[in-house]
């Protein structure tokens, strides 16, 4: 895929809410239609930076069931990829609401340990406070949300500085 993909993909899943007043008319439906749509087009093949795209992507509060299609993108890709593309998108996984973040995560965890290790690897080359932030997200989801559940506990052991 091109970098006119990642970036349009990131620019779509900016979903408009319904509360949004300034969006013209037509511009809702037109940016989910078009996000559901290059999210079915991934192979598979675009590589780590495929999945950073579509984890930068998840940026909406409400998605309308548009970033299904984007996890089943994420399912469509090599493991190593998918661990080394969701720790490529640390920063923008710190910033996309914490459903979306841990869904993410629990996509991880259950995808496989070459995954998981692909992440821990990749995770190593991220700034200190990056990597603590993020150690924070694993630990918030594990104690609150979507880690709680038993075999996804513990899976993401997050480098100690």
Known sequence: MSSDWKLEIMECGDLVQDDDEVAPEGEAERRWNRYVELADSVTGKEGP???AAIVASLKADEDYGAYQAAHAALGRFPHADLGTGVALASREL???PKDASGNILLILTRA???????FTEAIRAAEPGVQSAI???VEFHENEEWLTAEGAQG???????
């Open 49 to 51: 930076e495929g999945v």
């Open 94 to 96: 710190l910033s996309i």
């Open 112 to 118: 496989s340990p070459m995954a998981v290790n692909s």
């Open 135 to 137: 150690r924070d997200l």
């Open 155 to 161: 899976v993401l052991l997050m480098p100690r500085e």
